[in-house]
């Protein structure tokens, strides 16, 4: 089975500190997703890479930078914490050329930003 | 853009009743489709899927059919259980993104 596993299921931050969220797969996938989630707006990419050193920014990038140094690695960094960027935040992977294209999701991380 | 409009919430049900969502999309070609479900507190896993017309993805007992006349892919279950409580997710994707809906929260008393 495919995992994907996220560094922590929830974090409190202060605002205006910097935040690192990692995203770890198992399965030598080339794409990944950083989304976030919040009530009645479903999920919203926020950037996704397509190989290593490779990113492009998804629907909502402001205040958001990427980091994926390493294909199983992919770091979602909030440069400089703010309460509106408290909200569940959910890591994904896919292999090209599969199942046009679904996409496997860690378990999320809670992020409270006070 | 390619959009995904799923029917609001919250759904409550009893046991062993027929659940229905519904979800219609706006797309250019011809995209898969996707329903993915989230149980409390955890991440999203795939339910079903259809990758082109008139194709019926099942699961659990869940069923969903890609009506490209209709543009929609409405989720079913005839008989529902506690622990279909979750939330319901419709995801459309053309490419290798993927376009969710609001997603739709479901109760399922006993």
């Known amino acids: 089975d495919v995992k994907v596993t996220q560094s922590s299921r929830y974090l409190v931050k202060r605002t205006g500190e910097k935040v690192f969220l990692e995203c770890v797969q198992d399965m030598d996938h080339e794409n990944m997703f950083w989304y976030r989630q919040d009530p009645g707006l479903g999920l919203r990419l926020i950037y996704f890479?397509?190989?290593?050193?490779?990113?492009e920014k998804g629907d909502i990038p402001e205040g958001y930078s990427v980091s994926r140094e390493k294909k199983e690695r992919f770091s979602l960094i909030l440069e400089s914490a703010s309460t509106n960027q408290t909200s569940m935040y959910l890591c994904?992977?896919?292999?090209?050329?599969?199942?046009?294209?679904?996409?496997?999701f860690g378990p999320g991380t809670r992020l409270t930003v006070t | 853009g390619d959009s995904v409009t799923q029917m609001e919430g919250p759904v409550t049900l009893s046991e062993e009743a027929f659940l229905t969502i519904n979800c219609t999309y706006t797309?250019?070609?011809?995209?898969?489709l996707f329903w993915y479900v989230q149980y409390p507190g955890e991440g999203l896993q795939l339910l079903l899927k259809a990758t082109k017309a008139d194709d019926k993805g099942s699961n659990k007992g869940f069923e969903a059919t890609y009506r490209k006349e209709t543009t929609s892919f409405h989720l079913e279950k005839g008989s529902v259980q506690v622990s279909d409580s979750a939330v319901y997710f419709c995801a459309l994707s053309p490419d290798y993104k993927l376009s969710f809906g609001a997603g739709t929260t479901v109760t399922v008393r006993a």
């Open positions: 890479s397509y190989d290593v050193k490779m990113k």
């Open positions: 797309a250019t070609g011809y995209p898969s």
């Open positions: 994904a992977s896919s292999p090209p050329g599969q199942g046009k294209y679904e996409q496997y």
